[in-house]
C-alpha cells in the first residue's frame, strides 16, 4: 500500500496571496465612495477614503485594486525608492524612472511584477499638493491610481476630466497589452486559498482542483509573465504526487524547474528542491527524498536572517518588514523561514521511515527550535500541529508512549484551532488513542474522531482505525464499532472517491447538483472560518459576550451547513453511496432480508482486525483469526492458483479454507444460519471474490477437488460499503421497457492514438495498444441478445462503440447494460487514475480519448439498469485494484445501476461468455442477480474441464437487488 504523502503546509506559498493594501480596513462597500473612471478592461473604480490616503476598488474585486498614502519624502524619486524597498517582498520591480503625472506634477514610476503569480502591477510616487504620495496596485488601475492622487491633493475635483499624463502614456503599449478584470486576480486569489486549505486539511483532490483552476485563469491573462505560473504548477505537481499519479507530478515538476530560475519569488529555488523531495518520498525513493529536502534546507537558510536560524529574536520595529511575534521580519524570510521548518519536519517523518530514529530526533529537534522562532507567522498552529504529530510518531516508533501521547495531545489541540472539523484533528486524534492503553479516554477520543470523519464523509485507514474498534468492543458497544469499521478505506479508494465528488462538483451532469455541493463545500469552509475566529478570540483573551455571539454564529453555520448536506441528498441521491458514508447497525438489519446476512471484515496491515456479521435482527462481532500480513499472504496464495485463468495451477485448497477460519470461525454460528451473503471487502479481501473460499477441511490440500465452496452454500453478492445495502434497497427494481443493450468488441487501440493520449508515460500507450482484439466478445453479445429477446439494434461492437456512443445512448431505458470488452484499473496501467472500460477510438484519432470509458464518464450517465455486466478479461484483478473496482462500483450505483457484475482475474472470454449469458438467462426468468451467477457459476462448474476454480470463480456480482 502506498505510504501516507508528506504533504507540505502551504502558509509558505500562500501568506502572500493578498495584496499589499489588503491590510486596510476600507473595504468595496464603504459609504462615499468618489467615481475615478475604468480601467482599460472596462472595470469601474471608486476612491474610498482612509487616513492620510484612500483606496481604489475596481470591478468586483472585494481588495483594493491600488492604494495611496501621503508620506514624509523630500521629493518623488525619493518616496518611489522607500516604496520600492518596502514592496520587495511583494512585488519584483525594475528601478524608478523619472516622468510626469497629472498635468505636469515630477513623479517616479515603477515597472512591477507580483511575485506569486506574476501578475502585471505599479508602484509610483507623486509630488501633488505640497506632499509626496505613494500609489501601489495592479497594472490596470495605474490611471485610477493617479486620477485618486489628484482628488487626495485637491488638484483635481471628482468631476473634473482627466489631466495629461506622461506616466500612463509611457505605460499605454503595456496597459493594452496587458489588460486584465481585477476580478480575475480576485478570483486567482481566491482559488488559492481554496487550494491551500484544502491541502492542510488533507484534500488533496479538492487543491488539485483549485490550482489547476488558478494556473488555468492566469494561462488566460494577457501578458502575464509565464514565470509567475510557477507557484501553482509546483503546488498542483504536489497535490497529484499526494494521490499517487506520479507521471503527472513529474511532468508538472519539470516544467516547474524551467521556470524557476527565472520566477520573480526568491522562494522559487528553494520550493522546487523541497517539492521534488516531497515527491520523491512519496514514491519511496528515501535516499533521494533527503537529498532533496536538504537542498531546500539550504536554499531556504539563505533567505532567513541569522537570529532567526538561532532562535534568537529581534526587537520589534528594529527594521523593514511586518510584526511576527516580537520579531521585525521580511515578509520573504517569514515564509523562507516557514519553508524551512516544513523540510526539516519532512527530513525527520522520512528518516523514521528509514527506522534511523536516533537522526529523526535531531531532525524533529532542529525543527523545533526553528519552529520557535516563527511562532507569529501565518499558520503557526498548523505548523506546531505537524511538528508535535512528528514527534509523537517518532516517540511511539521508539515505545515511549507517554511522549508520544503528549506530542499527539499537542498536536490535536493546535489541528483544533488551525483546521478544525478537519481529517487531521481527526486522525491525530485516532493516533493518540493509539498510544493509550484502553478505557474510557480511548473510547472518548474514538467517539470524536469518527464523529469528524462522518461529518467530512471521509475515511482512513484500518491501522488507524483499529484501536477504536477494540475500545468500543471492550465496551460492550458493538454497535459503534461495526459504524466505525466502515471509515476504514485505502489510499486508492480515497483518492478516486474525492476524485468522482470533484467532478460532480465540476457539473458536467447536472448544474443543479453541482451549485448543491459547491454551496456545501461553502458552507463548511465558512463554518471552519468560524471555529478558527473562535479560537483566535479565547487566544487573545475575549469576554465571555463575544465568545457567546461565536457560539451563536457557529450553531447557525453548522444549521446551514446541514441544510446544505441535505440539499446534495435531495438533489443527488446517490451521492452517499459514492462517497465515505456510514450506516448503523440499525439501517443495516432493516434493510436485510429474512435469512440474510451481511458480513464485514477490518483488516490492519498490522494486529488483528475484527468480524461483524448482521443478521434476522442481531450483530455478531469476533476477532480475526490472523493479522493483516497473514490474511494478505493467504490471498495471494489463494490468487496464485487462478489469477492466470488456464486452471492448469494448482489450487491451493488449504489457505482458501484459513482464509474462511481466520475471517468467519469467530462468527461461525450465525454464518452458519444464513441463506445468502452480502460481503462487505476490505484491503486484501477486496481482490477476492468470497464465494471462493473453503468452508470445511479440504480433502487434498493443493487441489479443488472435493472441496466444499462457500459458493456452493448460498448465493453471494458483495458491496463497497453497508450503506450501499441501505440506499440500494430504498430503489425499486427497474422499470426500463427494454431488456438489455450491449457494447463491445472494441476495435485495438492504434499505437500513434495511444501515445498522444499519454505522453508523458509512453509505456502506458504502448500497454493500451498492446490489447488484443476479445474473439468471444461478438459472439457473447449475439447470444446475449437472443437471451433477452432483444434485436440486433441493441449491439453497438467495433468501431460503433465508443465512450462518446455510449454517452450519447439512451441507457435509462434498458434494465441490463453489457459490456463485453477488456477492462483496466490504474494497477494495470499506472498512467491512469481510475478504473476505464475500453471501447474503440474515433475513426479519426487524434488519441485515444473515445477509447476509455472511465468512472468520470459513468458518473455522467443516466441509467435505471438492474445489472450492469462487464465481462472484461481483469476487471477487477490484483490487491491494490480491488480498490479501484469498489470504487467502480460506487460510480455505477451513482449512474442509476443496481448491481454490477465483475470478473476478478483473467478469464477465457470464451467461459466469460458462457457465464454471463446463462446469468442473464436466469435473471429473465426472475432470479435476482446474485441467485442467477451462483446458478451460472454452479452450471460452468459441470462442464468438463471448467471444475478448477480459475474458471468459474472469479465472477462477482456487487449490488443488492
Known amino acids: 500500500m502506498r505510504k501516507a504523502p508528506l504533504f507540505l503546509l502551504l502558509a509558505l506559498a500562500g501568506c502572500t496571496l493578498p495584496p499589499p493594501s489588503a491590510l486596510v480596513a476600507t473595504s468595496a462597500g464603504s459609504a462615499a465612495m468618489l467615481d475615478l473612471g475604468q480601467t482599460p478592461a472596462g472595470d469601474a473604480c471608486r476612491l474610498a477614503r482612509s487616513g492620510n490616503g484612500g483606496d481604489v476598488f475596481c470591478g468586483d474585486w472585494t481588495a483594493p485594486s491600488a492604494r495611496i498614502r501621503s508620506v514624509a519624502a523630500p521629493d518623488a524619486m525619493a518616496g518611489a525608492t522607500s516604496l520600492s524597498a518596502a514592496l520587495a517582498s511583494q512585488l519584483d520591480c525594475a528601478a524608478p524612472r523619472a516622468t510626469r503625472v497629472l498635468g505636469g506634477q515630477p513623479a517616479a514610476l515603477l515597472e512591477c511584477r507580483r511575485r506569486v503569480g506574476g501578475w502585471p502591477a505599479f508602484a509610483m510616487a507623486a509630488e501633488s499638493g505640497g506632499r509626496v504620495w505613494q500609489a501601489d496596485g495592479v497594472l490596470p488601475a495605474l490611471p485610477a491610481a493617479e486620477r485618486a492622487i489628484g482628488v487626495l491633493s485637491g488638484r483635481l475635483g471628482a468631476e473634473a476630466a482627466p489631466l495629461p499624463s506622461d506616466a500612463i502614456d509611457q505605460m499605454a503599449a503595456r496597459l493594452a497589452r496587458e489588460a486584465f478584470a481585477t476580478g480575475d486576480l480576485g478570483r486567482f486569489e481566491q482559488l488559492m486559498a481554496v487550494g491551500r486549505d484544502a491541502n492542510q486539511a488533507e484534500r488533496f483532490v479538492a487543491a488539485e482542483t483549485a490550482y489547476r483552476a488558478a494556473l488555468a485563469l492566469q494561462e488566460r491573462v494577457p501578458g502575464a509573465d509565464p514565470s509567475g505560473r510557477f507557484t501553482p504548477l509546483v503546488l498542483l505537481a504536489l497535490q497529484l504526487s499526494n494521490q499517487g499519479r506520479y507521471p503527472e507530478a513529474e511532468a508538472l515538476l519539470a516544467r516547474a524547474a524551467e521556470l524557476a530560475p527565472r520566477a520573480a519569488d526568491p522562494m522559487a529555488p528553494a520550493m522546487l528542491a523541497h517539492y521534488q523531495g516531497l515527491h520523491a518520498a512519496n514514491r519511496g525513493q528515501y535516499a533521494a527524498a533527503l537529498e532533496r529536502l536538504e537542498r531546500g534546507a539550504v536554499l531556504y537558510t539563505a533567505l532567513v536572517p541569522p537570529e532567526l536560524r538561532s532562535g534568537r529574536i529581534a526587537p520589534a520595529g528594529s527594521g523593514p518588514g511586518f510584526d511576527l511575534g516580537g520579531l521585525a521580519v521580511d515578509p520573504i524570510a517569514s515564509r523562507a523561514l516557514v519553508g524551512l521548518v516544513e523540510a526539516r519536519r519532512n527530513r525527520a517523518a522520512v528518516l523514521r521511515r528509514q527506522g534511523r530514529y536516533a537522526e529523526s530526533a535531531a531532525e524533529a529537534e532542529a525543527a523545533q527550535s526553528l519552529a520557535r522562532a516563527a511562532q507569529g507567522a501565518e499558520g503557526a498552529d498548523l ?16 515505545g515511549r508512549l507517554a511522549s508520544a501521547d503528549a506530542s499527539f495531545a499537542r498536536a490535536a489541540a493546535r489541528f483544533a484551532r488551525g483546521v478544525p472539523r478537519s481529517r487531521p484533528y481527526a486522525e491525530t486524534l485516532l493516533l493518540r488513542a493509539a498510544q493509550r492503553q484502553g478505557g474510557t479516554p480511548v473510547a472518548a477520543l474514538c467517539e470524536e474522531a469518527v464523529r469528524v470523519l462522518r461529518a467530512l464523509r471521509e475515511g482512513t485507514t484500518a491501522e488507524r482505525i483499529a484501536p477504536c474498534l477494540d475500545a468500543f468492543i471492550a465496551q460492550g458497544a458493538t454497535g459503534a464499532a461495526f459504524e466505525a469499521a466502515q471509515l476504514a478505506q485505502g489510499s486508492v479508494t480515497t483518492t478516486q472517491i474525492a476524485s468522482a465528488a470533484a467532478r460532480l462538483t465540476a457539473g458536467a451532469r447536472d448544474p443543479a447538483v453541482a451549485a448543491a455541493l459547491r454551496a456545501k463545500d461553502e458552507a463548511e469552509r465558512a463554518l471552519v472560518q468560524l471555529y478558527r475566529a473562535r479560537d483566535a478570540a479565547v487566544a487573545e483573551g475575549a469576554p465571555a459576550a463575544e465568545l457567546a455571539a461565536f457560539d451563536r454564529r457557529i450553531g447557525q453555520g453548522a444549521e446551514e451547513a446541514a441544510q446544505a448536506d441535505a440539499i446534495v441528498q435531495a438533489a443527488a441521491p446517490g451521492f452517499a453511496q459514492l462517497v465515505q458514508s456510514v ?17 464485514l471484515s477490518t483488516i490492519p496491515p498490522q494486529g488483528r482486525g475484527w468480524s461483524f456479521v448482521l443478521l434476522d435482527g442481531a450483530i455478531t462481532a469476533a476477532p480475526l483469526g490472523a493479522d493483516g500480513a497473514e490474511v494478505a499472504a493467504l490471498v495471494a496464495r489463494v490468487r496464485a492458483g487462478v489469477e492466470d485463468g488456464s486452471g492448469r495451477q494448482a489450487f491451493d485448497a488449504s489457505a482458501a479454507h484459513e482464509l474462511y477460519r481466520a475471517l468467519f470461525a469467530g462468527v461461525a454460528a450465525p454464518l ?63 422499470q426500463a421497457p427494454r431488456p438489455w443493450i450491449g457494447f463491445g468488441a472494441p476495435r485495438p487501440v492504434p499505437a500513434s492514438f495511444a501515445a498522444r493520449s499519454f505522453p508523458a508515460a509512453p509505456e502506458c500507450g504502448q500497454g493500451l495498444a498492446s490489447l488484443e482484439a476479445l474473439r468471444g466478445a461478438e459472439v457473447e453479445l449475439q447470444a446475449a441478445a437472443l437471451v433477452t429477446g432483444s434485436p440486433a439494434t ?6 460503433a462503440f465508443t465512450a462518446a456512443a455510449v454517452r450519447q445512448a439512451d441507457l435509462r431505458s434498458y434494465r441490463t447494460v453489457h459490456f463485453a470488452t477488456h477492462g483496466v484499473l490504474p494497477s494495470d496501467l499506472a498512467c491512469l487514475t481510475e478504473p476505464a472500460i475500453i471501447a ?31 465481462s472484461a478479461c481483469n476487471s477487477g484483478g490484483g490487491i491494490a485494484a480491488g480498490e479501484s473496482l469498489s470504487t467502480l462500483a460506487r460510480a455505477f450505483f451513482f449512474a442509476g445501476a443496481r448491481s454490477l457484475m465483475v470478473t476478478h482475474w483473467y478469464v477465457d472470454d470464451i467461459a466469460a461468455a458462457r457465464v454471463g449469458v446463462l446469468t442473464l438467462e436466469a435473471m429473465q426468468n426472475g432470479d ?10 454452479l452450471a460452468q462448474k459441470q462442464v468438463g474441464g471448467g471444475t478448477h476454480p480459475a474458471e468459474w470463480a472469479p465472477f462477482a456480482v456487487l449490488g443488492a437487488l
Open 383 to 398: 505548523i506546531a500541529a505537524r511538528l508535535a504529530r512528528t514527534d509523537g510518531a517518532a516517540a511511539a516508533g521508539i
Open 583 to 599: 450506516a448503523s447497525a440499525e439501517e443495516v438489519l432493516a434493510a436485510l432480508r429474512p435469512g440474510e446476512a451481511l458480513a
Open 672 to 734: 452458519g444460519r444464513a441463506t445468502a451473503l452480502v460481503a462487505v471487502a476490505e484491503g486484501p479481501m477486496l481482490s477476492l471474490p468470497y464465494g471462493i473460499l473453503v468452508t470445511a477441511p479440504p480433502p487434498q490440500p493443493r487441489s479443488h477437488v472435493g472441496a466444499a465452496f462457500l459458493l456452493d452454500r448460498l448465493p453471494i453478492s458483495h458491496l463497497p460499503a453497508p450503506a450501499s445495502l441501505v440506499a440500494l434497497r430504498r430503489v425499486a427494481p427497474s
Open 794 to 799: 441493441a449491439r453497438r461492437t467495433g468501431a
Open 840 to 870: 474503440s477510438t474515433a475513426a479519426a484519432g487524434p488519441d485515444a480519448a473515445q477509447a476509455l470509458i472511465t468512472s468520470g464518464t459513468i458518473l455522467d450517465l443516466e441509467l435505471d439498469a438492474n445489472l450492469v455486466l462487464l
Open 928 to 937: 435476482a442477480p446474485a441467485v442467477a451467477l451462483r446458478k451460472a457459476q
